[in-house]
């Protein structure tokens, strides 16, 4: 499994957009890249996935390079209900193999 | 709607004791999985499951069991050899297409 590495915490403010980069120098051929979000106390919630280029949604948008060795999630014009933990995952799909979480990117959303 | 169902939503241990948290889902997914998490952290796999009567250790197993009889649950019984049980523990099934759906959460303590 693809080893990832995010920030530990980042600040921002209402109303900006937030980009969050994540590096997986050793993403294999058939990796997707998926991230979640938490809120405490709740189980994290699927976000967005992407294989290459660029996927939008009514939440994010993800951007992953030609090389793929990173991707960036972006939020626009978050408001304080973003705040939460985001989780940068790579896996193989569909399959049940087991998915690693790392501590995420704990991001704090101010007015 | 469709989703997973955690129960109870906090538990408490006396020392010794072995409890059982529920975990049941009706999104007809095959793979299921149990996640530990504590104050801070990220997520830790127990144990996971992809199909009927059939389990498989995760990283921090010892402890732990499970059973899979039916395809909707997915109890986990936290033993009296686990030594440091205190944790939130997250149960989650996988959708090939669309990522993991993870429940609300129990929040057990040792008493």
């Known amino acids: 499994l693809a080893k990832t590495t995010q920030p530990i915490s980042m600040d921002s403010y209402e109303g900006q957009e937030v980009n969050i980069t994540c590096s997986h120098n050793?993403?294999?051929?058939?990796?997707?890249i998926t991230w979640y979000q938490q809120f405490p106390s709740q189980g994290p919630r699927f976000i967005i996935q992407g294989y290459k280029t660029k996927v939008t949604n009514e939440v994010a948008s993800l951007f992953i390079p030609a090389d793929r060795k990173s991707s960036t999630l972006s939020l626009p014009r978050v408001s304080l209900s973003d705040t939460a933990v985001y989780y940068c995952?790579?896996?193989?799909?569909?399959?049940?193999?087991?998915?690693?979480f790392g501590t995420g990117t704990r991001l704090a959303v101010r007015p | 709607d469709g989703g997973i169902t955690q129960s109870p939503k906090y538990l408490f241990r006396k020392e010794g004791q072995n409890v059982t948290l529920s975990c049941e889902q009706n999104l007809n997914h095959d793979a299921m999985y149990w996640y530990r998490q504590d104050p801070g952290q990220g997520l830790r796999l127990i144990y996971y499951?992809?199909?009927?009567?059939?389990?498989q250790k995760g990283d921090i197993a010892e402890g732990y069991s499970v059973s899979r009889e039916k395809k909707e649950s997915f109890p986990l019984t936290v033993t009296s050899a686990q030594k440091n049980p205190t944790a939130f523990y997250l149960c989650?099934?996988?959708?090939?297409?669309?990522?993991?759906?993870f429940g609300s959460g129990t929040r057990l303590t040792v008493v």
């Open positions: 050793n993403i294999a051929t058939n990796d997707y």
């Open positions: 995952l790579v896996v193989q799909t569909p399959s049940g193999d087991k998915l690693t």
């Open positions: 499951s992809q199909i009927v009567n059939d389990f």
């Open positions: 989650a099934s996988l959708s090939g297409s669309y990522g993991y759906t």
